[in-house]
């Protein structure tokens, strides 16, 4: 049963900060493309970035209004992958997700969710004074 497992979101008030984690098999954590998506309230869920695996590990962002905020970076001794959102904003009130590809180490050019097939339930991560 292959699955990610993401964690560290909460209530957090407006230009604060916070650091998601994902979790999950060492293969798919540390060698394959690793995608992280969130889903607002009635809205579709949506691509933030994806990090390459191993072989390059850049980063590519599915909009450009997400870069400069929303950092991803991982850490293969830890087994973990991390998100770090800085300056919240109340719309980025959202469930985020993490997930990987199965085979492939590359990233998508747009934020296609089937080619991302191991996921995990998701984070909540709510911003309000």
């Known amino acids: 049963q292959s699955r990610m497992v993401e964690s560290g979101g909460g209530l957090v008030k407006p230009g604060e900060s916070l650091q998601l984690t994902c979790r999950g098999p060492?293969?798919?954590?540390?060698?394959?493309?690793l995608g992280w998506f969130r889903q607002a309230p009635g809205k579709k869920r949506e691509g933030i970035l994806c990090?390459?695996?191993?072989?390059?590990?850049?980063?590519?962002y599915y909009q450009r209004s997400f870069e400069g905020r929303f950092i991803v970076s991982r850490d293969t001794t830890k087994r973990a992958a991390f998100l770090q959102i800085n300056n919240l904003e109340p719309d980025d009130t959202a469930i985020y997700y993490c997930?990987?590809?199965?085979?492939?180490?590359?990233?998508?050019?747009?934020?296609?969710?089937?080619?991302?097939?191991?996921w995990g339930q998701g984070t909540q991560v709510t911003v309000s004074a």
């Open positions: 997930a990987t590809r199965r085979q492939s180490t590359q990233c998508p050019p747009d934020p296609d969710e089937e080619a991302f097939e191991i």
């Open positions: 990090l390459g695996g191993m072989e390059k590990g850049t980063t590519t």
């Open positions: 060492g293969l798919a954590l540390g060698v394959f493309a």
